[in-house]
Nanobody, 124 residues
Framework: QVQLVESGGGLAQAGDSLRLSCAAS????????MGWFRQAPGKEREFVALITRSGGSTRYVDSVKGRFTISRDNAKNTVYLQMNSLKPEDTAVYYC?????????????????WGQGTQVTVSS
């Protein structure tokens, strides 16, 4: 079992930056691929970014490439999402997720553990 707790969301204006954090507890953090997903009102949950166990590889949805950066600190059991040049369309609840699966996947159903989410609201 892995417990995930997100923080760092809030209100921002277009062009601003926010950094989300996700603190993990429970099993060995470095055994999990970590992902960030988001869900806007009335929309399905969407993959945003993932990072492999060692942090050596990342993947992003096209809409955030060049603006968002995912990173992890395995010593601190924490994964981060640095969000720059925020846009109103980035407004959503952001979720941290973990999967022990060996495959790198952007599919939400493949992630076994989820945080409670943190709201990010970007105004124009």
């Amino acid at each position: 079992q892995v417990q995930l707790v997100e923080s760092g969301g809030g209100l921002a204006q277009a062009g601003d930056s926010l950094r989300l954090s996700c603190a993990a507890s429970g099993r060995t953090f470095s055994n999990y691929v970590m992902g960030w997903f988001r869900q806007a009102p009335g929309k399905e949950r969407e993959f945003v970014a993932l990072i492999t166990r060692s942090g050596g590889s990342t993947r992003y949805v096209d809409s955030v490439k060049g603006r968002f950066t995912i990173s992890r600190d395995n010593a601190k059991n924490t994964v981060y999402l640095q969000m720059n040049s925020l846009k109103p369309e980035d407004t959503a609840v952001y979720y941290c997720a973990a999967t022990p699966r060996m495959v790198i996947t952007t599919t939400a159903n493949a992630y076994d553990y989820w945080g409670q989410g943190t709201q990010v609201t970007v105004s124009s």
